[in-house]
């Protein structure tokens, strides 16, 4: 067994040896490369300088095309599209491209777009893509008048109470920040931190709740409630809101009962005037949940779907007309769902009591999932 074992080795060797000496050596090609440049927006447009490096020596021209790609960035709309060639002479070792970034003065998201390299030529690639990272630093919010408008007034019925948010503060008087995280991410397993009023703005009438980004808390966002300030049974409500979209991204105006302290969810009852998951800007929810204790919820509803647009484009009313043993929602006077006191299968109906009021925007959770690229 030895002398076999060595018998093997050697012609093993011996194998590699003559492998080796007609062994035809291809020369390696030089790579090319591009990075990722971010620089902030501006108000003015910006420049950005990518740069294209070529790394090993080469004795005849590289030539290399590129292309501008969207990303959530938008070719003539964030940045200017453009597309060329490249050529490094020998010796040339870098190149620069540059891309023209379009400035404004809308708080929005980062942003970001591609420059793709494609058809080397004398070359490979080895980086193929650089990503152009647009940070915004604008803070002027958009607030377009178009929209549905309804009424201040209704006959048969009185003004109970408005708040048209005039001034640069929210009156809590009648409003409370809830914040934290909530027990298991509110119940939802949601991913924001809700802040004491850094994430809510208010000018010129409108009322802004802004989700972002957030180095120390992940994503930050608002959640505001009326409750034990300001409490409704029946009437009607008019909510004119202008939604946001995106993955992750689940803004609700909603309500539930003042009693929840002692009775506890379900029970207290959860009246959900308008729910949009971002995957789905077009679509609105309208939905009711209740039951005598967690094993016995029950929830139903049904959703309204704009046909041309969504949800984002322009201002929408979000109504309740709520009455003994019955509630009917609406989306800009238009009747999409209706529940009565027969409908609870058995569990007590809860819908006639005092509710409060609840606006916020959560990120992520399990019914939108998590975002993919923040719109934030």
């Not at 409490?231 to 009693?259: C, E, S």
Request: a negative charge; glycine letters at 8%.
């Amino acid at each position: 067994m030895p002398f076999s074992y060595a018998i093997l080795l050697y012609v093993s060797i011996l194998f590699l040896g003559c492998s080796s000496s007609k062994e035809t050596v291809t020369p390696k090609l030089p790579e090319v490369s591009i990075n990722n440049v971010t620089k902030i927006e501006g108000t003015e447009n910006t420049q950005f300088d990518f740069t294209i490096t070529l790394n090993g020596a080469q004795n005849k021209p590289v030539q290399v095309n590129y292309r501008t790609a969207d990303g959530t960035a938008f070719g003539g709309l964030d940045y200017k599209i453009s597309t060329g060639e490249i050529t490094f002479n020998p010796s040339e070792t870098e190149k620069t491209i540059s891309i023209e970034v379009i400035g404004d003065n809308i708080k929005e998201g980062n942003e970001f777009f591609r420059v793709i390299l494609f058809n080397p030529v004398n070359a490979e690639l080895k980086q193929s893509f650089g990503r152009g990272i647009i940070s915004n630093d604008d803070e002027q919010v958009p607030m377009p008048e178009a929209g549905y408008q309804t009424p201040n007034s209704y006959p048969t019925m009185n003004l109970v109470w408005a708040d048209e948010f005039n001034g640069d503060a929210l009156n809590l008087q009648d409003w409370t920040y809830e914040v934290g995280r909530g027990s298991n991410g509110w119940g939802n397993n949601e991913l924001q931190y809700y802040t004491a009023g850094e994430n809510a703005k208010i000018a010129d009438g409108f009322l802004t709740l802004e989700a972002r980004k957030d180095a120390q808390h992940n994503y930050t966002s608002t959640r505001m409630k009326t409750q034990d300030k300001r409490t409704f049974t029946y009437g009607r409500v008019d909510i004119r809101a202008k939604t946001p979209k995106g993955q992750g991204i689940w803004p609700a105006l909603w309500m539930l009962g003042n009693n929840i302290p002692t009775a506890n969810w379900p029970a207290c009852g959860e009246i959900d005037i308008m729910e949009i998951v971002g995957h789905e800007p077009q679509k609105t929810h309208g939905t009711a949940h209740w039951g005598s204790d967690f094993s016995q919820h029950k929830f139903k509803g049904n959703s309204y779907a704009l046909q041309k647009e969504d949800f984002s484009d322009r201002f929408h009313v979000f109504s309740i007309y709520w009455e003994l043993n019955a509630i009917y929602w609406y989306v800009d006077d238009v009747l999409f769902y209706t529940l009565t006191s027969n409908d609870m299968e058995g569990q007590p109906y809860p819908f006639n009591a005092p509710f409060f009021f609840l606006f916020n925007i959560a990120v992520g959770g399990n019914w939108p999932k998590n975002p993919i690229v923040p719109p934030f």
